[in-house]
């Protein structure tokens, strides 16, 4: 992977305790508003913002780290989907889902493999306007708007 450009906001996220995908549990994410990042070997491959009631809890547990058949509530399971050849993100994005266990779970244990940081926010337009400045700083592959 390319080297990562260092600004002061990338710097921020690097610094945060990261944490083994596979050993979270939900009661580990914060419930406020924040910016999050995956990592995979290191280097960071998907970083998001997490806006809504129930803050990092609901965007990083709920959404990015559930293992179920629907990708459709997630960018990142259907990008990850999409990086290991397993569909392209127009399937991965169908209502009911088309895509069985047995094609997602490469998916999920790649996803388990990786680890997670976050930047806790006070409300959710700090959390957005955070995300921006991250992502003009530089995007990781795996965050595409």
């Not at 979270?24 to 990592?39: C, I, K, N």
């Not at 997670?116 to 957005?128: F, H, K, L, R």
Request: glycine share 6%; hydrophobic share 35%.
């Amino acid at each position: 992977m390319a080297a990562v450009p260092i600004g002061p906001l990338w710097t921020r996220m690097d610094r945060q305790d990261r944490h083994a995908a596979a050993g979270l549990s939900q009661r580990d994410v914060p419930t406020v508003p924040g910016v999050f990042a995956f990592y995979r070997d290191g280097d960071p491959i998907y970083s998001g913002r997490a806006s809504s009631r129930h803050g990092l809890q609901a965007r990083v547990w709920g959404e990015c780290l559930q293992t179920g058949i629907d990708l459709s509530r997630s960018p990142f399971r259907r990008y990850v989907c999409e990086q290991l050849g397993i569909a392209k993100t127009l399937r991965t994005k169908i209502q009911p889902t088309v895509m069985t266990a047995v094609e997602i779970e490469p998916a999920n244990e790649w996803i388990r493999g990786c680890e997670v940081s976050w930047v806790e926010c006070t409300s959710p337009s700090e959390a957005e306007t955070l995300e921006t400045l991250l992502h003009a700083e530089w995007t990781p592959p795996m965050s595409r708007r």
